[in-house]
């Protein structure tokens, strides 16, 4: 890929990734609608976007760094050492929340790779990806009316395992493109009883294993192709830094925007999924 292609995928992955707009559905859509030399196919472009991912998972080490911080505190302190215990039950929310995705993309990873590179499923999904933010919606706040007359929120702390099991669940939908992961755990969260701040600070924590683990496997293969065909490595380094640049930008906005807005926070999210992803699959007919 040239300097452009590969600076643009890299900022676009960014900016979208914490989006509940699905950021593998942009890295798949916009090169094939703008016509951009991207070989999709290619064996190393899943390491890249990776490398994108890797760029994404330093943002959120960056913004959370409290959080891990107090992580790290509490698995390595005493069981009664201040909010130790809640840092470990935390701790313990992630791992259980990632498990799902860990045995899906072990099973599925060799049909779900061949998706990465049709444009029409992503447009497709992202069509998909607009309706499964709005019935989450719809859904969250019916259930809470019904239950008390006005929205009930609880905090992350109420949280049980069964919960951030079945939000671990729904994350493993992003590995079709075109459906978020961050939208995924967040409709799953609102499903569960957090308000969208709460799922939104959630769903970014629970990235960031995930991310970890597709790094673990993804990145030896790009060294791989690297030493085989002197592929760019250092520019896709310079792409994971623009890529993790966007996405602490992202991080810090969406934190904001969903701090401020309870009330159907999702919907301009949904709309423009599916506009987007109806006029992509208009595009790629024509």
Not at 173 to 193: E, H, K, Y
Not at 228 to 254: E, N, R, Y
């Amino acid at each position: 890929m040239s300097l452009f292609n590969v600076l643009l995928i890299a900022l676009l992955q960014g900016l979208t990734e914490l989006f509940p707009v699905s950021s593998l559905g942009h890295a798949v859509l916009v090169p094939a609608l703008l016509h951009l030399n991207i070989n999709q196919h290619a064996r190393d472009f899943l390491p890249f976007l990776v490398v994108l991912h890797v760029g994404t998972l330093l943002a959120l080490l960056a913004y959370f760094w409290r959080v891990w911080l107090g992580i790290a505190w509490g698995v390595l302190r005493g069981p009664r050492a201040g909010d130790a215990e809640n840092f470990r039950r935390l701790a313990g929310m992630l791992v259980l929340g990632t498990l799902p995705a860990i045995v899906v993309g072990f099973v599925l990873e060799k049909p779900l790779r061949a998706l990465f590179a049709e444009p029409w499923v992503a447009a497709l999904f992202l069509i998909v990806n607009g309706g499964m933010l709005l019935l989450g919606e719809r859904l969250r706040r019916r259930a809470a009316q019904s239950a008390s007359g006005a929205l009930q929120d609880e905090h992350l702390d109420g949280l049980r395992w069964r919960d951030a099991l079945l939000i671990g669940c729904w994350q493993c939908l992003a590995f079709i493109p075109g459906l978020s992961r961050s939208g995924a755990t967040m409709v799953g969260s609102l499903r569960r009883g957090l308000n969208h701040a709460q799922a939104a600070r959630f769903s970014f924590l629970l990235g960031a294993p995930v991310i970890t683990g597709a790094a673990v496997l993804e990145i030896p293969k790009l060294l791989r192709t690297h030493a085989a065909h002197a592929a760019p490595l250092g520019l896709m380094l310079l792409a994971g830094i623009v890529a993790g640049l966007a996405a602490l930008f992202s991080t810090w906005f969406l934190m904001r925007y969903f701090r401020r807005h309870e009330q159907a926070a999702l919907n301009p999210f949904a709309w423009y999924c599916i506009g987007f992803g109806s006029l992509a699959l208009l595009l790629l007919r024509l």
